[in-house]
């Protein structure tokens, strides 16, 4: 059998093609060019009423470096999501920029975040840099997804105000770690194991008309948009047969 040079260049094309998708499949150093502005207010930190249900929760995690996000919302679906965003002035920008995690949704001047005022100041150097950057209001950033960490702590629900026992459950869940989406939530009644599936109200919560009486299990659908690759993830704690409404309940579960 021959192999001819046509056949020698069309195989190393099609290796090279191969190669190309499989580095823009699993390409962990992309970054998104956009831009960023910040909302400043009295404390430096987020806002307690923010579109993804947050509350108070929502002002302080990860330390106030949180954000609001416009087409990154994706309905809710992006809340809880965390990025490293880096503004690109190198006369005032730091190399690694900031991690905020996603807790609003907004929009400004052609922008994809509008960061806390504490998280758009760690983008730069020094503490004159900041200042030279809140000066701009506007910045040119570039961004990628990371996963989220929260060392020491575990996925927590915590019941809203709203909820009313036995006959309307509303939860939000907080401390979403890893760098996939909770794209679905059943609550199962873990007596007889009937499960059922919940609809998203806003944001990062979830609420169920008529719920199970009993013990209950929030489990979470944990996706990357590669349904192979979906996992669902079963909490070790159990919310209790008598939850209340404001309670905060431990899963005892983390998520790499």
């Known amino acids: 059998m021959s192999f001819s040079l046509q056949n ?12 190309s998708f499989a580095n823009a499949q699993n390409c ?25 249900g947050f509350g108070a929760f929502g002002a302080t995690v990860n330390g106030g470096d949180v954000s ?10 992006g809340c809880g999501a965390c990025y490293q965003v880096k503004c690109t002035n190198s006369d005032y920008c730091s190399d690694n920029g900031v991690t905020v995690v996603i807790t609003d949704q ?63 459950l509303a939860f939000a869940i907080y401390y979403q770690q890893g760098e996939k989406d909770i794209t ?17 109200d806003h944001g990062a919560v979830w609420t169920s008309t008529s719920p199970p009486s009993g013990p209950l299990s929030i489990r979470m659908l944990f996706s990357d948009g590669d349904y192979a690759d979906d996992t669902w993830v079963v909490p070790v ?6 939850w209340k409404s404001g309670a905060i309940y431990d899963s005892g579960v983390q998520v790499n």
């Open 8 to 19: 020698f260049l069309h195989l190393s094309i099609c290796l090279l093609l191969l190669i």
């Open 28 to 52: 962990s150093d992309c970054f998104v060019h956009s831009r960023a502005s910040y909302y400043p207010n009295s404390d430096e930190h987020g806002t307690d009423h923010g579109a993804c």
């Open 68 to 77: 609001t996000a416009s087409e990154l919302y994706r309905d809710g679906v």
């Open 106 to 168: 907004g929009s400004g001047d052609h922008t994809d975040f509008i960061l806390s005022e504490h998280a758009f100041s760690k983008m730069a150097q020094t503490t004159d840099a900041a200042a030279s950057l809140r000066s701009l209001g506007v910045v040119d950033i570039e961004y990628q997804r990371i996963s989220c960490s929260y060392p020491g702590k575990n996925i927590t629900f915590k019941i809203d105000e709203s909820s009313n026992y036995p006959s309307y």
């Open 184 to 200: 679905a939530v059943q609550l199962c009644e873990t007596q007889t194991f009937t499960c059922k599936l919940l609809q998203r």
């Open 237 to 242: 704690n159990n919310i209790p047969q008598d």
